[in-house]
C-alpha cells in the first residue's frame, strides 16, 4: 500500500465536515460581534493538552500536595465509634433521644452508646477510638473533619457522591478529574489505580472516567489476589517476545493512524491506542511495583497480614514511583455495613486495617512523601447514634447518617492534629461548619494545585467539573 495513499471521503463525511467549516465561520462572526470571543476563550480551564494525554501538566498554582491515597471504609464507619466521642449519647444509652430521631434509611429506636473506649493521644489530645489505637499514634498528624454531609442515607448514591461528585448521573470520578488535570509522573505506569478486593457498591461508576477521555480511567485491580503476575492479568505475553510486540503494536498504531485520519476525532480509539502502548510498557515497571516481596521482611512486618495491608503496602510502593491517585477500598461490596453486631463488626474491620494505616503514615514519612502525599480515609456516610431496629426489636447495629459524619486527611498541607466541625451532642448531625462533600473535593483539588471552578470540560455544552456548580475551599483545614 502507498504511504501517502488516502482513503476518499464519503459523500456523508464531506457534506459533514463542509457544513461544519460554514457553521464554525458563522459562529465565529456572531462571537466576535457581540464581544464574547474573548470571554469564549477566558473559559479554558486548563493549559493546552499535551501531545501525550497523561504527560505532566503544570497546576493553576503553586500545590501542597501531588499525589493522593485515598482509603475507602465502603460501607458508612460509625463516626461517634471512631473519631467523634459523645459522653451524651453514652448517658441517654437505652433511651429515646430528647431531640428525636432524624429521618434515615431504616427505623431507628433508642440511643445507643458507644461500645468502644476513647483515649486523647498526642500533644494536640485528639481523642480516637480503641478500635483504631495503632493509628492514633499519628494522632498529630491527622486533620478530622467530624462535620461532614452527604445528601441521601443510600450506598449507591452517596457513594458516586464521594467519588465522581454525582449521586445518580454518570460523571468522572475524582481520580479521573486529577489524572485529567495534572496527568502523570510515571508513563509506564497508570495514573490513577483502583484496588479492591471484589467490587463495591455502584461497581465500577466509582472510578469510571464517564464523559472525559477514556484514557483518565482508573485501572482496576482486584487485590484478592497475591502474586504481581495474577494482579493485573495477562501483565505478561506468553508467546511473544517484547520485540514482536513492538513491532505490532507499531503495525496496529499506523493502522490506527490512517483509520483516524479519514474521520472525526475519536476519543474512544486514542485511548484504546494510548491502553496497548501502556501495557506493553508496563511489563516490567508494574510487576516490580505490585510485588510487596521484593520489601524487607521488617518493612512487610510492620504493615502487618491481610489483603488491606498489602493494599496499603502496594499504594505506597505505587505513588513513590508516580502514580497520581491511590484508591484503597477495605473489602467486597461494604464491609462496614453494620446494621447489626456493630460492636463485634466494627472491631473486626479496625484490626483489618488499623496496623497498616499507621504502617503506611510512618513509611510515607521516612521516604520523604508525607508532607507531599495527601492521605484521606473514610467512607461514604456515618451512622446513626441510635439503635437500628431488627423486625421490630432493638438489634445491636446502627442504621445510614448523612447528616452528620467524621473522615480524617493527613500530610499534602492540611493541619495535623487538628479538629475541624462538630455534630451535636449525640453525633447525629453538623451543627458547627458543615462540610459537604463537595467542598471536600473543592479542597482537595485545591491541595493539588488546582482551582475547581477552572478544572473543567466541555461536554454536550456545558463546561462540567467534579463539584458541578457547588463547592468551597474549606480553608480552616489548610497548614
Known amino acids: 500500500m502507498n504511504a501517502d495513499y488516502r482513503p476518499p471521503l464519503s459523500r456523508r463525511q464531506a457534506i459533514q465536515r463542509l457544513g461544519t467549516g460554514f457553521g464554525m465561520l458563522g459562529l465565529s462572526a456572531m462571537l466576535d460581534e457581540a464581544g464574547l470571543m474573548g470571554l469564549t476563550a477566558a473559559r479554558a480551564s486548563t493549559p ?3 501531545r501525550t494525554p497523561l504527560a505532566p501538566r503544570p497546576p493553576h498554582f503553586a500545590p501542597r500536595a501531588k499525589r493522593v491515597i485515598h482509603i475507602y471504609l465502603n460501607g458508612g464507619p460509625s463516626q461517634v465509634d471512631t473519631f467523634d466521642p459523645k459522653p451524651t449519647l453514652t448517658r441517654y444509652d437505652g433511651r429515646p433521644l430528647p431531640q428525636g430521631n432524624l429521618s434515615t434509611e431504616q427505623r431507628t429506636g433508642a440511643a445507643m452508646g458507644s461500645p468502644f473506649k476513647f483515649r486523647k493521644y498526642g500533644e494536640s489530645g485528639l481523642p480516637i477510638s480503641e478500635i483504631f489505637e495503632r493509628t492514633a ?5 491527622l486533620c478530622v473533619i467530624r462535620s461532614m454531609q452527604a445528601d441521601t442515607p443510600n450506598h449507591e448514591q452517596s457513594m458516586r457522591l464521594m467519588n465522581c461528585g454525582d449521586e445518580r448521573l454518570p460523571r468522572p470520578s475524582m481520580g479521573s478529574w486529577l489524572t485529567y488535570g495534572l496527568g502523570s509522573e510515571n508513563e509506564n505506569l497508570p495514573a490513577y489505580v483502583s484496588m479492591c478486593p471484589g467490587l463495591p457498591v455502584a461497581d465500577v461508576s466509582n472510578w469510571r472516567s464517564a464523559f472525559l477521555p477514556g484514557v483518565y480511567q482508573g485501572t482496576y485491580v482486584d487485590s484478592r489476589k497475591e502474586k504481581a503476575e495474577d494482579l493485573i492479568e495477562d501483565i505478561r505475553n506468553a508467546r511473544l517476545s517484547a520485540r514482536e510486540q513492538r513491532r505490532q503494536l507499531d503495525l496496529l498504531a499506523e493502522m490506527n493512524r490512517r483509520h483516524r ?6 476519543d474512544a480509539l ?9 501495557a506493553y510498557r508496563m511489563q516490567m515497571e508494574a510487576t516490580d511495583a505490585f510485588d510487596v516481596e521484593q520489601e524487607p521482611r521488617h518493612v512487610r512486618d510492620m504493615y502487618g497480614p491481610g489483603v488491606q495491608a498489602r493494599q496499603l503496602l502496594i499504594a505506597r510502593r505505587l505513588i513513590e514511583r508516580g502514580v497520581r491517585f491511590v484508591q484503597l477500598f477495605h473489602g467486597d461490596v461494604q464491609p462496614w455495613d453494620n446494621h447489626d453486631k456493630l460492636p463485634a463488626g466494627h472491631r473486626k474491620l479496625g484490626l483489618e486495617c488499623d496496623q497498616g494505616i499507621a504502617a ?11 508532607e507531599d502525599t495527601l492521605v484521606l480515609c473514610g467512607g461514604e456516610f456515618g451512622r446513626t447514634p441510635t439503635v437500628e431496629m431488627v423486625k421490630g426489636k432493638a438489634g445491636t447495629g446502627r442504621d445510614h447518617n448523612h447528616w452528620g459524619f467524621s473522615v480524617w486527611l493527613a500530610g499534602g498541607g492540611v493541619k495535623g492534629g487538628h479538629i475541624h466541625g462538630a455534630t451535636d451532642d449525640v453525633g447525629y448531625k453538623a451543627v458547627e461548619s458543615p462540610v ?4 471536600l473535593h ?6 493539588l ?14 463546561d462540567f467539573r467534579l463539584t458541578d456548580v457547588h463547592g468551597s475551599v474549606v480553608e480552616g483545614i489548610l497548614a
Open 436 to 439: 459537604h462533600i463537595h467542598d
Open 442 to 447: 473543592a479542597t482537595i483539588l485545591h491541595l
Open 261 to 266: 485520519e479519514s474521520r472525526a476525532e475519536d
Open 360 to 370: 503506611l503514615l510512618t513509611d510515607l514519612k521516612r521516604r520523604g512523601l508525607f
Open 48 to 50: 493546552e493538552a499535551p
Open 449 to 462: 494545585g488546582l482551582d475547581h471552578t477552572r478544572l473543567t470540560y466541555r461536554h454536550a455544552g456545558r
Open 270 to 278: 486514542d485511548a484504546r491506542i494510548a491502553s496497548f502502548e501502556l
Open 137 to 141: 499514634a499519628h494522632a498529630d498528624d
